[in-house]
């Protein structure tokens, strides 16, 4: 079958290299991809927001299969416009995506469905004086959310009551996000270690995939600012049989069930952002797609047909599948340019690729080809992603290969998954 991939970053080299080995998988083409993708299947500059586009180019070219990769496009409705077109499009419905598009939305779907999740309140211009008050008499940490989608920066953890105050009146009064920023959910600190667990679900079945732990903050040890994430690990330590028999009982089975009985349509993944807070996994938010950089290490471990699973939340056998898993643990270490996430220089050119080393894969990201060099073309340029016989091995592996691949201002964090090692 033919099949389109929509998207330009590591998450979706990670998914064009997985759908690329499907035997299911005649023609893969890639809107608009990169320089990673290009070795998987046909890249074709599309502009992916504008969804008639995307239909044309569907209907020309055969397409049985749209694969929606990033936010925007999820939460804009694609899967609403080419789903009418008569084309089957993994992603769920723009009103489902809105679990991932509006923290509050996400928050009364978790209240009204009883799933657990940090006590919280949403503040906008016309009651911004309560939200300057529920601070007040609160305790720091300070948890404040953008309600809207931030490119994964929208979210602030602060450590004094002023600075909280300021920067609530930044979002709302400011508009320091954006529109994103217009509404704030300032949610209660949860103390606890955070992990991410993925399902494919056609909106009744579900199947869970390997689960990840990414690493936002770009200083070693977890230090210094937010990021769109530096590294992943799979599998997560700490999530045993018994901790995963609490997040299917009290929060996947709820979110699939509250699906249904809200009559949202969904086709996708679904990516439970989770905290364990004492032997008790709580939800710190949803998003409608796989995340980046954990992809890139979610990808290689799950051992099914990710074109077949995909199909199967079409036909109705998504019930009848088995999950496999690599038993082997997966790191991910993301290549920055110096300076990410603040201001940074582009078009450094890039040596030392490729790796010719079957346990590693190095997912391209913000690069770009110009004449017969690779240069850099945004914060994050590329994802490498190493087996091993345990997290250290793989770091190491990862590592190794960071090493290798040289350009200027390259920054890497050395430590991901430094709890474990």
């Known amino acids: 079958m033919n099949i389109l991939l929509l998207g330009s970053g590591g998450r979706e080299h990670a998914l064009a290299w997985k759908l690329a080995q499907s035997p299911l998988c005649d023609n893969l083409f890639?809107?608009?991809?990169?320089?990673?993708t290009e070795q998987c299947?046909?890249?074709?500059?599309?502009?992916?927001?504008?969804?008639?586009?995307?239909?044309?180019?569907?209907?020309?070219?055969?397409?049985?299969?749209?694969?929606?990769?990033?936010?925007?496009?999820?939460?804009?409705?694609?899967?609403?416009?080419?789903?009418?077109?008569?084309?089957?499009?993994?992603?769920?419905?723009?009103?489902?995506?809105?679990?991932?598009?509006?923290?509050?939305?996400?928050?009364?779907?978790?209240?009204?469905?009883?799933?657990?999740?940090?006590?919280?309140?949403?503040?906008?211009?016309?009651?911004?004086?309560e939200g300057i008050e529920h601070i007040r008499q609160s305790k720091?940490?300070?948890?404040?959310?953008?309600?809207?989608?931030?490119?994964?920066?929208?979210?602030?953890?602060?450590?004094?009551?002023?600075?909280?105050?300021?920067?609530?009146r930044g979002m709302i009064e400011e508009s320091k996000f954006g529109d994103a920023g217009s509404k704030v959910v300032i949610e209660a600190f949860l103390d606890g270690i955070e992990f991410s667990v993925f399902v494919v679900t056609d909106g009744v079945e579900y199947k869970i995939i390997p689960n990840a732990k990414d690493y936002k903050r770009v200083g070693e040890g977890e230090t210094g600012l937010n990021t769109g994430g530096m590294g992943a690990i799979s599998p997560v330590p700490f999530v045993d049989q018994a901790l995963m028999q609490k997040v299917e009982e009290?929060?996947?089975?709820?979110?699939?069930?509250?699906?249904?009985?809200?009559?949202?349509?969904?086709?996708g993944f679904v990516y439970f952002g989770?905290?364990?807070?004492?032997?008790?996994?709580?939800?710190?938010?949803?998003?409608?797609?796989?995340?980046?950089?954990?992809?890139?290490?979610?990808?290689?471990?799950?051992?099914?047909?990710?074109?077949?699973?995909?199909?199967?939340?079409?036909?109705?056998t998504l019930k009848d599948k088995k999950i496999e898993e690599d038993e082997r643990a997966c790191c991910t270490v993301v290549l920055a340019s110096g300076g990410y996430p603040e201001t940074f220089e582009k078009s450094k050119v890039i040596t030392g690729l490729p790796i010719e080393d079957q346990n590693v894969m190095v997912f391209h990201a913000g690069m770009k080809r110009t004449g017969d060099s690779l240069v850099t073309a945004g914060g994050r340029v590329m994802m490498i992603s190493s087996f091993g016989d345990d997290l250290?091995?793989?770091?190491?592996?990862?590592?190794?290969?960071?090493?290798?691949?040289?350009?200027?201002?390259?920054?890497?964090?050395?430590?991901?998954?430094?709890?474990?090692?």
């Not at 890639?30 to 990673?36: L, R, V, W």
């Not at 250290?392 to 709890?419: C, M, P, Q, T, W």
């Open 274 to 316: 989770l905290i364990k807070v004492g032997d008790d996994p709580i939800v710190i938010e949803y998003n409608c797609r796989m995340g980046d950089p954990e992809t890139e290490v979610v990808m290689p471990r799950l051992k099914n047909d990710l074109a077949d699973l995909m199909m199967a939340t079409f036909d109705g």
């Open 250 to 267: 009290r929060i996947i089975k709820p979110t699939i069930d509250g699906l249904v009985k809200d009559g949202l349509t969904y086709k």
């Open 392 to 421: 250290k091995d793989a770091l190491n592996h990862s590592l190794r290969v960071a090493d290798s691949i040289h350009f200027d201002n390259k920054y890497f964090r050395r430590d991901i998954g430094f709890e474990f090692n």
């Open 30 to 36: 890639i809107g608009s991809g990169n320089t990673g």
């Open 140 to 168: 720091a940490p300070y948890v404040l959310k953008a309600d809207g989608l931030a490119a994964g920066k929208g979210v602030l953890i602060l450590h004094q009551q002023e600075q909280a105050e300021r920067a609530l």
């Open 41 to 129: 299947g046909v890249n074709v500059p599309m502009d992916i927001m504008n969804f008639e586009m995307v239909a044309d180019f569907s209907e020309k070219n055969n397409i049985d299969l749209i694969v929606v990769g990033p936010d925007d496009p999820v939460c804009a409705g694609a899967f609403d416009f080419l789903s009418k077109k008569g084309f089957k499009t993994f992603a769920p419905s723009k009103q489902a995506a809105r679990l991932e598009g509006s923290k509050s939305y996400a928050k009364e779907f978790m209240k009204r469905h009883d799933i657990p999740t940090a006590d919280y309140i949403e503040v906008t211009k016309e009651n911004l004086a």
